[in-house]
């Protein structure tokens, strides 16, 4: 992906690089556009079920779990589509789906099937369908789990 965005103005290797993509795109189940911007440190666990709207913004040190959704949504009111902008630190557990022009702030946690169509203010932690709030340790309740 990322080599893909590096060659945007040579166009054969570019195009090549795209084609490698789409392969390993079906290979792993895995589907993130070569336009979306993400930031560093991109964490994906394991393979599979992994889609992310090309426009979609994905900030650093992010933490995909298979089966996600980051996707779009229609506004009626202004006839646009809206996407999500998901922020530095978050992790997103198995199944989560985050769709329209949401914003998930930094460090934090989306919980398992959880599906977020309203903000998530930072160090929040979410759960549920439709999401509600649990907690406000965020990804830092994570980290300090495991050390």
Same mark, same amino acid.
Request: with cysteine; aromatic share 10%; net charge positive.
């Given at each position: 992906?990322?080599?893909?965005? #590096?060659?945007?103005?040579?166009?054969?290797?570019?195009?090549? %690089?795209?084609? /490698?993509?789409?392969? #390993?795109? %079906?290979?792993?189940?895995?589907?993130?556009?070569?336009?979306?911007?993400?930031?560093? $440190?991109?964490? @994906?666990?394991? %393979?599979?079920?992994?889609?992310?709207?090309?426009?979609?913004?994905?900030? !650093?040190?992010?933490?995909? !779990?298979?089966? @996600?959704?980051?996707?779009?949504?229609?506004?009626? !009111?202004?006839?646009?589509?809206? %996407?999500?902008?998901?922020?530095?630190? &978050? #992790?997103?557990?198995?199944?989560?789906?985050?769709?329209?022009? @949401?914003?998930?702030?930094?460090? *934090?946690?989306?919980?398992?099937?959880? +599906?977020?169509?309203?903000? &998530?203010?930072?160090?929040? &932690?979410? &759960? $549920?369908?439709?999401?509600?709030? /649990?907690?406000?340790?965020?990804? *830092?309740?994570?980290?300090? !789990?495991? +050390?």
């Amino acid at each position: 992906m990322r080599i893909c965005q #590096y060659t945007i103005k040579i166009r054969f290797i570019h195009w090549l %690089f795209r084609l /490698i993509l789409r392969h #390993y795109q %079906f290979k792993y189940g895995i589907s993130i556009h070569h336009t979306t911007e993400v930031g560093h $440190g991109l964490y @994906i666990g394991h %393979f599979g079920g992994i889609i992310v709207n090309p426009s979609a913004k994905i900030g !650093s040190n992010v933490n995909l !779990s298979p089966n @996600i959704l980051i996707g779009q949504k229609f506004n009626k !009111s202004t006839e646009t589509f809206e %996407f999500p902008v998901i922020g530095d630190r &978050v #992790y997103i557990a198995n199944g989560a789906k985050i769709l329209g022009g @949401i914003n998930v702030s930094n460090d *934090a946690v989306i919980g398992l099937n959880t +599906l977020v169509m309203h903000d &998530v203010k930072e160090n929040e &932690v979410v &759960v $549920g369908q439709p999401a509600k709030v /649990i907690s406000k340790e965020g990804s *830092a309740l994570l980290v300090g !789990s495991f +050390l």
